[in-house]
């Protein structure tokens, strides 16, 4: 059966999200992960923060786990939502933009990217330019 989502697939979201990132002048660290939150694919441009390389990680793992934007997890675990504390279990998920799952035409969460270094606003922005990428891929 073939790969629905490689390391091909992955290395395409990789390079999408690092040229944002340079379009955007703000170093990066940027993480794809398969379907079961493994890291497929990775990278830190120089002078991206140190403690962004985990956080990268961790948004891309709870957003193909959560099948959800890390920052819509993050309302939903704002004090009074439904998921109210859920970032201190399966390890600790982020609960703040930058992590975004990577969906099949079918629904299917395949694969997320997570991206960190930057304001949340820029993270946000570089990940969704890896979705895109993604998106035509798979399109």
Not at 37 to 43: I, M, N
Not at 68 to 82: D, F, I, K, R, V
Request: a negative charge; zero cysteines.
């Amino acid at each position: 059966m073939p790969v629905r989502f490689g390391l091909a697939e992955a290395r395409t979201v990789l390079d999408a999200a690092l040229d944002k990132a340079d379009e955007i002048g703000q170093p990066m660290n940027v993480a794809v992960v398969d379907g079961g939150g493994h890291l497929l694919a990775f990278a830190r441009q120089d002078g991206a923060i140190l403690a962004s390389i985990d956080i990268a990680t961790r948004k891309a793992r709870t957003a193909v786990l959560m099948a959800m934007t890390t920052e819509q997890l993050g309302t939903a675990a704002a004090p009074g939502g439904s998921l109210y504390g859920i970032e201190v279990t399966n390890g600790g998920l982020v609960i703040f933009g930058g992590g975004i799952p990577l969906v099949e035409a079918d629904g299917e969460v395949v694969g997320a990217v997570g991206v960190s270094a930057g304001t949340v606003e820029q993270d946000i922005t570089v990940a969704q330019a890896g979705v895109d990428a993604f998106g035509k891929h798979a399109g």
